[in-house]
């Protein structure tokens, strides 16, 4: 048995872990499994919405033990949809995950002193780092720049807001169920467990690209193939002085396609 403490709000809290036998359902006639029995209705309905659209019908699945309703999508969804990919099924916490670094302390550990410091050092729920907070030490300063690389590298970063915002969230907790846990096992060994994520980047990117995988469904995609292919085409005729002209009346001769599928199912391909 793992013993616990975990930080959640303003204190540390003891519990022992008990791992209790995984029972499972699932959906007949699908390819789809559910590693638990303890679902509520709406989460089963939303995995069928998603198998109901054609290009998904057969697609692999599997759903985790945490799953719940989410906001037009179920949470805890794995799957191979092939070259396809719904931006709201990947959500809003891009790099979520447990981080797990294993110690051993010979000393006894004071988790009042622990637990005030994690409040001083690390932002967590609506906060970012600010001077309220400790600010980095200079020895964190390489992995600072790094996460502030990453970032720019985006492929959406110029249309993310509060950019400034985003930077100051590097190293922070978040909100929810993220949480900072010191677990210690039968032969003394401690781990410290962060359920790390993105905070307010995540949530941007994925809106951003659901938007896009909104208008790709409208017919929007099938435009920028015709664009595409009209510029090549002048290029190649030696009359690059009339593509102005001839993109503007092909923007306002478009229109738009009637979704079939709901929009927070939206999807990009390839």
């Known amino acids: 048995m793992i013993q616990t403490w975990r930080k959640t709000s303003s204190e540390l809290i003891y ?96 988790f009042h002193a622990l637990n005030e410091y994690i409040l001083r050092a690390i932002p967590s729920g609506r906060d970012f780092r600010d001077e309220n907070y400790l600010p980095l030490s200079q020895k964190y300063s390489d992995i600072y720049q790094n996460a502030k690389q990453l970032i720019l590298q985006l492929r959406c970063y110029r249309e993310l807001k509060e950019v400034r915002r985003l930077y100051k969230s590097i190293g922070s907790l978040g909100s929810g169920n993220h949480f900072i846990e010191l677990d210690k096992d039968e032969s003394d060994l401690y781990y410290l467990v962060v359920h790390t994520g993105s905070r307010n980047l995540g949530k941007q990117v994925a809106d951003i690209y659901q938007k896009l995988a909104v208008k790709c469904q409208s017919g929007w995609d099938k435009l920028m193939v015709e664009k595409n292919r009209i510029i090549e085409e002048y290029k190649q005729a030696g009359r690059k002085s009339e593509l102005q002209d001839v993109i503007r009346n092909l923007h306002n001769s478009f229109k738009t396609c009637k979704l079939t599928i709901p929009q927070d199912l939206c999807y990009l391909q390839g």
């Open 15 to 110: 519990s022992p872990n008990v791992i209790k036998d995984i029972h499972m359902k699932t959906i007949d006639g699908y390819d789809v499994k559910i590693f638990t029995d303890n679902i509520e209705d709406t989460a089963i309905e939303q995995i069928r919405q998603l198998l109901s659209i054609d290009v998904f019908s057969d697609c692999k699945i599997r759903i985790m033990p945490d799953v719940h309703a989410g906001a037009g999508c179920v949470i805890g969804f794995t799957g191979n949809l092939g070259d396809k990919v719904i931006p709201n099924i990947v959500g809003v916490d891009i790099g979520c995950g447990m981080l797990v670094q294993p110690f051993i302390c010979n000393n006894p550990i004071d």
